[in-house]
């Protein structure tokens, strides 16, 4: 039997927010499960609970962030001061591990840590990086400098619905922008990610190549490395999850209740706020609907607002038990249920990619960077699901909602999302392309 010894050492270093740990740890899970020893390298910051993970070795390095800088408003301020601060500190840690590990395969870094850019070149060990977004999402992400140059990213809202000539199936009101108080950090984050991007040994992607073969050709041509479309990431392993915040596991028995397919489940990310016109107007469009619901509500994410005490007064007894309202929910297990029929989301790609895998048709509510890219393809090129693109109010919510549960059109966007789902099954098996992408990946960590 191996020991950690004459297994072959990867380190991870992942990124600290909920959206990117998950398939980060879920990538190492996989690659545990194929005989490599996993040395995970986290922040102090929304550091992972290492008790889920007793087969991985963890080592925390200090991240210098203030008080204040950890309760962050703009999340492109926090990933620049977390790639500065985390310099010096990953630097000493990696060089205690390789002196402990001199024949490690390699380091996996977040696409986030840009500063990582020279890693191979200052340790001399090969660094990939697991990107975090789709094919469609990363060949708009690569484009943008030649969309500045143009002066798209500045062009006034009345050139909102313009296509973009470098991107056939996007509007100009689609491309991943950054919310940020500062434009200019966007673009500071936008190189420093592609220099860091061009300067690796390789790009691991959860996707499906089969879903986005045009893409990947694109991708292809714009970073001459190797890339590995390996996804879906959760339907290799099980139980792979890090989350930051409690799972209320009591909306799984609550969905047990409910008729098959009925369910709307309605969740905005980890990161995304609202204001509290919005939340009520969601709120209001989930109730009138008249369809069952499960609404995550994270706490902190209504602008002036705890949690949902800002609901009108009787708003809860009047579902008569019709809604269920949470914190944070087991969404991988939410989606896979019966009950639920649709899916509220804000286009973020792991929940987009959970969805297929489940056959569930969404309305989207994107917020910013890859999910504008993600509601495009999801409503007008996939057409397996429905874009709010306006200003919410509750008619447009009650209508999208009765839309995808009890209509013809919603049945009709049901059955082109079942060969999508089925794509996602048949890339795992043995032959099909995310196969053949792992076992290639593998192949090529070994030959380091």
């Given at each position: 039997m191996e020991t950690r010894e004459t297994k072959p050492v990867i380190f991870l270093f992942t990124f600290p927010l909920q959206g990117h740990l998950n398939p980060n740890f879920q990538l190492v899970n996989i690659l545990f499960n194929r005989g490599f020893s996993i040395t995970v390298i986290h922040t102090e910051f929304n550091s992972p609970n290492t008790s889920d993970f007793p087969h991985f070795t963890f080592v925390s390095i200090p991240d210098g962030l203030s008080e204040s800088e950890a309760n962050y408003t703009d999340v492109i301020e926090l990933l620049h001061d977390l790639n500065s601060k985390c310099v010096a500190p990953f630097d000493d840690c990696l060089k205690k591990l390789l002196s402990e590990e001199p024949t490690a395969a390699c380091v996996i870094v977040d696409a986030l840590w840009y500063f990582t850019y020279d890693l191979t070149e200052k340790f001399g060990i090969p660094r990939l990086i697991n990107r975090t977004v789709n094919l469609s999402a990363f060949v708009a992400f690569s484009k943008f400098h030649v969309l500045r140059e143009k002066g798209y990213l500045s062009l006034q809202e009345s050139h909102a619905d313009s296509p973009v000539p470098e991107l056939p199936y996007l509007r100009m009101k689609d491309l991943p922008w950054f919310q940020?108080?500062?434009?200019?950090?966007?673009?500071?984050?936008?190189?420093?990610?592609?220099?860091?991007?061009?300067?690796?040994?390789?790009?691991?992607?959860?996707?499906?190549?089969?879903?986005?073969?045009?893409?990947?050709?694109e991708s292809l041509k714009a970073f001459p490395v190797p890339m590995f479309c390996i996804g879906p990431f959760h339907r290799r392993v099980a139980a792979s999850s890090s989350n930051l915040l409690t799972q209320d596991m009591t909306c799984l028995s609550w969905l047990d209740k409910q008729e098959p397919r009925s369910v709307i489940y309605a969740s905005l990310g980890s990161i995304a706020s609202i204001d509290e016109s919005e939340f009520l107007e969601i709120a209001w469009g989930l109730r009138n609907s008249n369809q069952p619901f499960l609404w995550v509500v994270r706490p902190g994410s209504i602008h002036g607002a705890e949690w949902i005490e800002i609901l009108p007064k009787g708003f809860i007894e009047s579902l008569e038990g019709r809604g269920k309202i949470v914190k944070w929910a087991p969404q991988i297990e939410v989606l896979a249920h019966r009950a639920t029929g649709g899916f509220l989301t804000h286009c973020g790609w792991n929940s987009t990619i959970e969805s297929i895998c489940e056959a569930i048709p969404m309305i989207c509510r994107p917020s910013f960077g890859d999910q504008r890219v993600n509601a495009r393809y999801i409503s007008d090129v996939w057409k397996i699901g429905l874009h709010l693109e306006n200003k919410i109010e509750r008619l447009e919510i009650e209508n999208a909602v009765r839309t995808l549960l009890a209509s013809s059109q919603g049945e009709e966007i049901r059955k082109r999302i079942m060969p999508m789902k089925e794509t996602a099954e048949n890339c795992l098996k043995l032959g099909g392309s995310s196969y053949r992408n792992l076992e290639s990946l593998i192949a090529y960590i070994l030959s380091f």
């Open positions: 940020t108080e500062d434009p200019k950090s966007g673009d500071k984050l936008q190189r420093g990610v592609m220099k860091s991007l061009k300067s690796s040994s390789g790009i691991i992607f959860n996707a499906i190549e089969d879903l986005e073969a045009e893409q990947l050709t």
